[in-house]
């Protein structure tokens, strides 16, 4: 079954369901982008500091590249104008292509001048070296900031999952456009250990990862849970042709915000 997309502000279109590739690295974390997009992912999310752009670029050999979705991420330390334009260069190099769909701040830094990092992005995006631009790790006071420039955000990655429900920031981005992708969807694996989520997915004979990406999707948010194993990348993207109950939707809505597991650089502290 063909992965639904979303269209973003940039007028692009993103596939809802990706694969994430944190710790996805050498030939162990090239077999298993290879093995997602024979299965039908058309969807991968890297950054730099992942270490594997040349992995990833090595999977993607041999599939149509115009139905891939390539984001990628520029870290907090190289938002300077010049720095971001070399970190985008070096970024496409390593992953053997001409343009991302989608980059992103991987962080906001405080010390380096917003305005000076969108400028660039803008500069990128008018070379078709990127196709849209985002953020990740953005909080609504950080969009504010991002809004005043002008420059058109299309998508805001954040840790988003059944312990985290970030309502408050979910309902800001509709209100602006800007499409949430929810990062550590499994919340690394703590979800799949939770008793609401179990209990749903024994009630309706899925797995708790389903549950929890169902959730997640349900919602308007784009996933990019990670998996090595055939098995979890089989069942990770088996979540389009089956719904939660209302009465579940609710249950899982209820847990609220139990945890948050990325909390660096004091970036909540709002
Ligand atoms: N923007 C940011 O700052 C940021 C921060 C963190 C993460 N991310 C992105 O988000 C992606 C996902 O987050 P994450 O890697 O932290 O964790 P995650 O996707 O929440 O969870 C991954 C863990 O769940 C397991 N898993 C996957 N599918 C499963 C299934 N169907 N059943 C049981 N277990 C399953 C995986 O095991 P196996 O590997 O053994 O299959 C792995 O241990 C990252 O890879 C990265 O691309 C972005």
Redesign the pocket.
């Known amino acids: 079954m063909e992965i639904p997309r979303i269209k973003l502000k940039s007028g692009n279109s993103i596939p809802v369901l990706g694969?994430?590739?944190?710790?996805?690295t050498g030939s162990k974390g090239a077999d298993?982008v290879r093995k997602a997009l024979e299965l039908g992912y058309n969807h991968i999310?890297?950054?730099e500091v992942?270490d594997n752009h040349r992995e990833v670029g090595r999977s993607i050999v041999g599939f149509d590249r115009s139905e891939l979705w390539i984001t990628s991420?520029v870290w907090r330390d190289v938002l300077r104008h010049d720095d971001l334009h070399k970190a985008c260069d070096k970024a496409l190099s390593a992953l053997g292509i001409d343009y991302m769909d989608l980059y992103?701040i991987?962080?906001p830094n405080p010390e380096i001048a917003m305005a000076e990092t969108l400028k660039a992005l803008k500069e990128l995006q008018d070379m078709d070296k990127i196709r849209s631009i985002g953020v990740?790790?953005f909080t609504i006071r950080h969009l504010k900031e991002a809004f005043e420039t002008g420059v058109p955000i299309s998508v805001n990655?954040?840790?988003f999952?059944p312990h985290l429900y970030q309502k408050e920031l979910l309902d800001f981005c509709k209100q602006n456009n800007i499409i949430i992708t929810a990062?550590?969807?499994?919340?690394?694996?703590a979800?799949?250990k939770d008793e609401t989520i179990a209990q749903i997915a024994e009630k309706t004979s899925r797995?708790?990862?389903?549950v929890a990406l169902k959730w997640l999707l349900g919602k308007g948010l784009v996933v990019?849970?990670?998996?090595?194993?055939e098995?979890?990348?089989k069942?990770?993207l088996s979540v389009f042709d089956w719904e939660l109950s209302g009465q579940d939707i609710k249950a899982i809505d209820s847990i609220g915000v139990k945890h948050r597991?990325?909390d660096e650089f004091d970036n909540f502290d709002e």
């Open positions: 694969l994430g590739t944190w710790q996805l298993s999310d890297t950054a992942y991420k992103l991987h962080w990740s790790n990655q954040v840790e999952h990062y550590s969807p499994l919340g690394t694996g979800i799949l797995t708790p990862a389903q990019i849970p990670k998996a090595s194993s098995e979890h990348l069942q990770n597991i990325y």
